[in-house]
Every structure is written in C-alpha cells, then in structure tokens.
C-alpha cells in the first residue's frame, strides 16, 4: 500500500470517530460563562461564578447522573422564538434542531436560524426519531419524514371514520398512534410495513418507554402509565401533553389548578414532582385564569432540557412563544439568580422572573421607560442572606431619556435554591432633556445642565426642526451619547457624543430616513447600539465600536439588551422573531 | 496573545476529541479526559502566553491528562483498551472480504508505544511535525523522518493482513 494511500486512510479512519457534539455543546457553555465572568469589575465576581459553574462543569463532565424530579432546579428559562402571526401546530426536539409547523406555511427546522424544509405542515410529530426518520401527521395520514433529505412519504392513511394523530415509534416497524374515532380515542400498534393494527388501550399522546416497556398517555384528563406487559396502569398526575426523556426517567406535562396551568415534571416512579413554571396572574381585572397558556413540554436531547409553547392569555390572537427552561441539581449562585432575573424582566419572561421572586408583586414588567443593560459590582454574604448590588440601565423609547439605577437585591436560600427576597433602589441617576432643550444629568435631585440644543455646531445640524432623542451617558461619566431626531419629511436622526470635560462634541453617524428608539451600551463601554425604523418601517441596528470607529448594521434587527459585553438582539422575520446572542468583537452569532 | 478561551476551544476541540478517544477508545473515559483537558487549559490559560504555539499547548494539556489516567489507573491498561478500536478479529488470520481500512486499523496496533504516538498526533490529532516537536521535546526534522518510516511500515503490514 503506498505511503499516500496510507495516509489517506488514516485520515479516514481519524474521520470515522465521531465528535460528540452534545458534550461539545453543554462544556463550551461553561466556558462561555466563565470568560464572561472575568471582565466583570471586580475580580471576586469571577471567582464566586467560576466557583459555580465549576460544579456545573463537574455535572457537565459525567454522564447526566439520575436525580428526584424535585431535586432538579431551573437555571434558566428564557423564551427565544416568537411565531408573530403564526400559529405552531406542532414541535419536536431532535439531535439539536427543532422542528416547527406552522399552520399553512409549512414545516420549518430551527437551528442557526429558522428555515422551511417541507411545504406540508403538521398536527403531531413523533417525540423522537429512528435514524433519520422521524413521523409526522396531518390531516388524519401518518407521514414518514427523512431529516437529512427533507423528504416525506406517506405510510399509514387515515379512514372517513378515523383519524391518526401524535405518532410514537416502537421499534423500526412498528409505531404506536392515537387513532381518533367519533367515539374515542385509542391508542394502536401499527406494523408500517403490512398495516396490521393491534389496539393496545384507550387513550392519546402516547410516550414509550423501551427498557421498562411502557406507554405514558393521557386519558380523560389523567397522565397514565401503562405496563405492555401486565396491562397495569397507574396515575401519575391529573394532566395533559405528557412526554417523556430519552432516557425514560422523567415525564413532563401540563397540569392546571384553580385556572392556572404550568408545567410539571415527575420521576418514571413517581417518587417526586416538581413545578417548573410559574404562571402569573392575569392584569387588569381579578381574572382567575394564569396569564399563560402552555402547552406540549418536551424534552431535549440531554435530560436537562425542557421546550414548552407558551401564549398569553391577554391577548386575543397572542403570539405563540417557545421557551426553553433549563434544569440543574446545582442551583444558580445568587449572582446567577439575580442575571437570570434581570434578563426575564427585559424579554418580558414574567413567568421565570416571577419564579425568582420570594413574594412576586402583581406586575412585573412594563412597557416604558425599559431596563437595557445591568452590571453586577458587589456582593456580601450575610448570615442569613446575602446581598447583591447591581446597576440597571434603563431608556424610554424614543425619548432623550436615560437612568442609571442602583439596586440591593437581598437573596435567601428556598427549597434549596436562591430567590429574591427584597430589591431596593439605592439611587438613581437620570440623564433627560428639560423644557428648555438642555441635556441635564440629575443626581440625588440635583440637576446639572451639560449642555443645550443652542451649544451643539451648526455643522452637525442639517435643520432646526430638531429635538434631542435617545442619550446615555458612559460608564465612566465622560462622554453623553445623544441623537439629534430630524422633524422634516424624511426624518433623519444624527447621532453624536458629548465630551463633559473638553465640552467639545463629536459626530458619530448619521442615519438618514430614521426614527430613533434608542441607544444602549455595553459592559465594557465599547460598543454602543442604535436602534431606529426608516421610513418604510424596517427596523435597523447599528452596532458602534467606539475604540475602533467601526460600524456594523442589522436589518430586521432590535437590540434586547447588553448581557456584559454580548448583545441579546431579536431578529424578525415575516413568520417569526428569534433571539440570538451577538458577540461584536467576534462578530459572531449563537442561539439564544 | 490575543486569543480567547473559547477560541481555542472553538478550534480545538475535535482534534482533541478524536485524539482522547484514539487513546481510551472508550466513549464515557473520552468525554471525562477532554473534560479534564479543557478545564486544566482554562484554569492555565494566562500561561499560554508567551508560549509559542496554542495547539501545541493545548496537547501538551491533553498528552499529560491520558499519561496521568493511565498512571492512576494501572488496570487499564491502553493496549488492552485500544483494542475495543480496533477489530478483536487477530492479524494474522486473514480472511476474505478484509478491506485495506480494516487491515490498517490492524497494523496500528503492531506499532511500538512511540510509533503510535506520532501516528496518532500526525493523523488523529491532526498535528504538525512543528507542533510535534514542541510536544515531544524531539526535533521536527527527525519527526518527519520517523513518520515517513512509519507510513512505509503500515503499508508492509496492511499488506501482510490483505495476505499480499
């Protein structure tokens, strides 16, 4: 065999071994964490969070070891996709990817972004898939679909007196299905090959679980375990949409008590539960209905991970949400707990900010003015609680407005994790326009005018119908950063920066045919983000490095809010918005 | 060195993967060493300054980590594990239907310890003979030399198995 054949098929053989990605996945995430951590200010914070994603990694490091459903914590939860004006007929997890079907569109993967794979839709998916083959059903037929072709074929047909829904696999041949008839609903074993079908028990939504051999479905309201075997079945909640793990160890459902439904997790043996949502209440009347519908919590690959679709209630016609809740024997550290509170109130999660909380107020999160970005600067571990003190960044848009609030968020262990017993405002600093166009920057009560609309160069001002639009101020009190909104048809906006100590000022940008909404900066001070619509309507984003005089635009972009020196932008699209996570200095993107 | 962490990690960690796994050929001992690895490298990362090569560096990292394993578990020993890689079928029982894949996989194992090794940073690490030499302490011309005579070697032995 010649040397270069030799080679050739060493590299072969090197290809062969497959890379697990999961495990590449879930310990770069530690990673992220920590590098993240160690540009914070003060150089304790690094250590407290290191200290806590070590056990995360150490966790990460073994095989996913079985803990009670109870012993499992929520770390995070955080919904990423927002189907606008479509509705989500069905979902499944598989190997890293969603699979989404929006009614009438078609059926659309999510990965890096959200793309259409198949112009059929579908009612159900399968839970999980054989190789590449994973069902799906519509209209009553069971289709066979192959996720690396994207192709489907159909496999089993509906009859004018029953239809097929929520498809199982059992092994390569054989599926199980919920067969849907004007009486009832059963749950079948159908041989896809021949056809034959063989009625297993009555019921829907069937999970199967191969090393114990059984069926985990709904019946009338009841989450059921079924023994193939024996035919023994037992209780495990009141509850709809079950689902299990992979590994067979949980189930997850939807229960509702007193009108509020939220999402459950149970052990395979019924040892423990534990909630995993909490749904608010409805505002502005004494509703006794959650704020939140959900609906089909399944799970993903690592046994850790929980995708469920939520809708507001509020909102005729809401918008259909899918949130992902990530779940964890270690709980979050308190400046964990504190980020992951800050980040639900600015996506609006009320549900997991909520969950954060000792004793929730009715309302969380508000419209305007905003919360845009936090710094996290001190903590102090008490006997009984500790402290943690943070800035919140908050604007009002497309108004000159900006306010550095100073909060002490006092934390306590509950049920073994932290929650937010108390948030104190100790000060707050604005950054606003009065009525007589001055830039003021008001500090315990007491204004200082910085500057007036009369003070700014003609050079930089294309017209008089001006007024001041969004501002900041920098972390190190030296420069404002303000726009100028054009009052003329087409509107423009300029964007500039206001040295406090030279008083000299700067021209940023200008952004022709735009409406400001707001300017925010990140961590580190670098990057600043402007967000404002043009005239047509489309939503632009500018990201400014202000050490490198550098740009770089968005369409069809918003800015959500600085994590540290990552942007949260929501990218929108016809069908849907998603949240990513932009790093400017790499200018690279991840899933949120 | 402007690098980051994750940049490193980003570049990195396949042919660290691959690497581990060539050793241990054990799935769950794979994920628990690179594991290992990629914490030591971060814990480390402020030495990588000043330090001529990141992927050399980083083997440097993961060579240690598999040598320490093994030290600490003398039971398991590689060959015996490596041995799962390869086909439990013996070498010198040819049989009909062998492809040269499979025969080579056989030769490796005919390899001394110190064969292996560059075998498997040349190929499965997807190193260069620069990169090596750092990572032996040996010369990159010498490197070059011994593999090319290794190369030659596995195709006398894939031969041999093909009954050639």
Redesign the interface.
């Known amino acids: ?3 270069e ?3 050739k ?6 290809n062969e ?1 497959e ?2 990605t999961d ?2 996945k879930q ?2 995430k530690t ?2 964490k ?2 993240r951590a160690r540009k914070w200010k003060n150089a304790w914070i690094p250590l407290l969070v290191a200290a806590s994603l070590f056990l995360a ?1 150490l966790l ?4 996913m070891p079985h803990v009670k459903a109870s012993s499992l914590k929520i770390t995070n939860a955080i919904s990423f996709l927002d189907i606008g004006s479509g509705e989500i007929t069905a979902y499944t997890y598989q190997d890293g990817r969603l699979y989404i079907s929006l009614e009438g569109k078609g059926i659309f993967v999510y990965e890096n972004e959200l793309k259409q794979i198949l112009d059929d839709t579908a009612d159900s998916f399968s839970r999980s898939s054989k190789g590449e083959k994973l069902l799906f059903t519509y209209n009553g037929d069971v289709f066979l679909f192959d996720m690396k072709t994207t192709k489907s074929e159909k496999v089993l047909d509906g009859t004018p007196d029953s239809n097929y829904i929520y498809p199982e696999w059992k092994d390569q041949n054989h599926i199980y299905v919920t067969k849907v008839t004007e009486k009832e609903k059963q749950i079948v074993e159908v041989n896809v090959q021949t056809k034959e079908e063989t009625f297993i028990v009555s019921g829907e939504m069937a999970s199967f679980v191969e090393k114990e051999q059984k069926l985990i479905f709904e019946r009338h309201g009841d989450i059921i375990i079924y023994n193939i075997k024996s035919g023994k079945e037992t209780v495990v909640d009141r509850g709809k949409n079950p689902s299990v793990t992979n590994d067979g160890n949980y189930i997850s459902y939807v229960k509702e008590r007193s009108g509020f439904e939220d999402v459950w997790i149970s052990d395979m043996d019924l040892e423990t539960k534990n909630k995993v949502t909490t749904n608010p209440s409805l505002r502005n009347e004494l509703s006794d209905e959650g704020m939140y519908h959900y609906q089909f919590p399944i799970w993903g690959n690592d046994e850790r991970t929980l995708y469920v679709m939520k809708k507001r209630n509020d909102v005729d016609n809401g918008t259909a949400n899918i949130m992902k809740i990530e779940l964890s024997e270690q709980s979050s550290t308190e400046i964990e707990t504190v980020q992951s509170y800050l980040q639900a109130l600015m996506v609006r999660d009320d549900d997991f900010a909520k969950s954060l909380l000792k004793d929730p107020p009715e309302f969380l999160t508000y419209s305007n003015p905003k919360q845009i970005g936090f710094q996290i600067f001190e903590t102090t571990k008490n006997e009984q609680s500790t402290s943690v003190k943070a800035e919140v960044y908050w604007t009002d848009t497309a108004l000159p407005y900006y306010k550095v609030s100073t909060y002490d968020f006092t934390l306590m262990k509950e049920n073994e994790r932290y929650v937010i017993e108390t948030v104190k405002e100790l000060s707050a600093i604005e950054l606003l326009s009065n009525e007589r166009n001055e830039i003021e920057w008001v500090k315990d009560g007491k204004g200082e005018v910085l500057f007036s609309l009369q003070d700014i160069p003609q050079s930089f001002i294309q017209t008089d119908n001006i007024r001041f639009s969004s501002l900041l101020r920098t972390h190190d009190e030296k420069n404002v950063i303000f726009s100028l909104q054009g009052m003329d048809e087409p509107s423009d906006v300029t964007l500039l920066s206001f040295n406090c100590e030279t008083k000299a000022f700067n021209l940023l940008a200008k952004l022709e045919g735009g409406i400001m909404e707001k300017v925010a900066l990140d961590a580190t001070g670098r990057y600043v983000t402007t967000d404002y619509s043009t005239d047509a309507f489309d939503s632009k984003l500018v990201i400014f490095d202000l050490e490198k005089g550098k740009r770089t635009d968005f369409t069809n972009v918003h800015s959500v809010f600085w994590k540290g020196d990552k942007l949260i932008l929501e990218e929108v699209a016809e069908t849907h918005s998603m949240y990513y996570q932009f790093d400017p200095q ?1 200018g690279s993107k991840i899933n949120y | 060195m402007d690098v980051k962490f994750v940049d490193l990690y980003d570049a990195y960690f396949d042919d660290i993967y691959r690497y581990v796994y060539v050793k241990t050929s054990n799935k769950w001992e794979t994920e628990d060493l690179v594991s290992e690895v990629f914490r030591k490298a971060f814990e480390n990362f402020s030495l990588l300054e000043g330090h001529q090569n990141d992927k050399a560096w980083l083997f440097t990292i993961a060579r240690n980590t598999v040598i320490d394993y093994y030290r600490k578990n003398k039971s398991v020993l590689v060959g015996d594990n490596f041995e799962q890689y390869l086909s439990p079928l013996p070498f010198e029982d040819p049989f009909d239907g062998k492809t040269e894949k499979e025969c080579l996989q056989r030769s490796l194992k005919h390899l001394s310890d110190g064969d292996l090794e560059i075998t498997e940073l040349r190929y499965f690490a997807d190193l260069k003979f620069k990169e090596m030499a750092i990572i032996l302490k040996k010369e990159e011309g010498s490197l070059r030399v011994k593999s090319n005579r290794i190369t030659k070697k596995l195709g006398v032995l894939v031969k041999k198995c093909l009954g050639g």
């Open positions: 065999m010649e040397n054949k030799i080679e098929t060493l590299y072969e053989l090197r071994i890379v697990d495990l590449k310990l770069r990673f992220v920590k590098s990694f990460s490091n073994e095989q790499t």
